[in-house]
């Protein structure tokens, strides 16, 4: 399941942070910002820029589903049609 977008800015309590772009165009979130935010691994950041080019980013919370670790399994053909008429139809 997908949460809502968060928007925010990169900014912490103590004031604006900087990180360094790396030649692989990857930034590091500070810890403290990703504490307060919530950001865990697997979470999207979702970068866009404004006319004033701004560069808003909205967070995207991947919040696993208590069913994401289960594997499918096949059950093959039921019987359904047939147990109906002895449990009844709901």
């Keep these: 399941m997908v949460g809502e ?12 942070q900087e990180t360094k772009v790396s ?3 990857m930034v590091t979130i500070p810890a403290d910002l ?7 691994p ?6 866009t820029t404004d ?4 560069l808003p980013v909205e967070i995207v919370h991947q919040h696993e589903s208590v069913f ?3 594997e499918p399994v096949d059950v093959g053909e039921t019987n359904a049609v047939e147990v109906e008429g002895e449990f009844g139809a709901e």
């Design 51 to 54: 006319e004033a080019e701004n």
């Design 68 to 70: 994401d670790d289960f």
């Design 23 to 25: 030649d692989r165009g």
């Design 34 to 40: 990703r504490r307060r935010l919530d950001i865990e």
């Design 5 to 16: 977008p968060v928007r925010t800015r990169l900014a912490s309590d103590q004031g604006p």
């Design 42 to 47: 697997g979470d999207k950041l979702r970068w």
